[in-house]
């Protein structure tokens, strides 16, 4: 079973992330970058949905650290975000994020965007 990191600061996010995810997957869901950072020193995930705007480290801030760390740098992050404006997604692009799942987020589009990205 793939296991995919849930970083959200908004607990109703992760709840549902867990409840709609759980039974396809080993979820962990953890509410700000640095307790997934901590989490990585145990456990690499084959995905990583990531929101933005959190107040510790943002989404940016974490992805670019992903990226930086050769041990991190292949992890597939998908944004999940309610900032759907063009230079948001074309930041996020050329940062390396594979793709945008809109909140709130719907099961249909939650879970096949997850399918896609975690094919092959």
């Given at each position: 079973m793939k296991t995919i990191f849930v970083v959200d600061d908004n607990t109703v996010n992760l709840v549902k992330a867990d409840e709609k995810l759980?039974?396809?997957?080993?979820?962990?869901?953890?509410?700000?970058?640095?307790?997934?950072?901590?989490?990585?020193?145990?456990?690499?995930?084959?995905?990583?949905?990531?929101?933005?705007?959190?107040?510790?480290?943002?989404?940016?801030?974490a992805l670019r650290r992903l990226k930086a760390d050769r041990r991190y740098a292949e992890i597939p992050v998908i944004f999940l975000t309610s900032k759907t404006d063009t230079d948001t997604k074309a930041l996020g692009l050329e940062m390396g994020v594979l793709d945008f799942i809109p909140k709130p987020f719907s099961d249909p589009i939650l879970h096949n965007c997850i399918k896609l990205h975690l094919q092959g």
């Open positions: 759980s039974d396809f997957y080993n979820v962990f869901t953890l509410a700000c970058a640095s307790n997934m950072f901590e989490l990585l020193n145990d456990i690499k995930p084959d995905l990583i949905l990531l929101d933005i705007m959190m107040p510790d480290i943002d989404g940016f801030e």
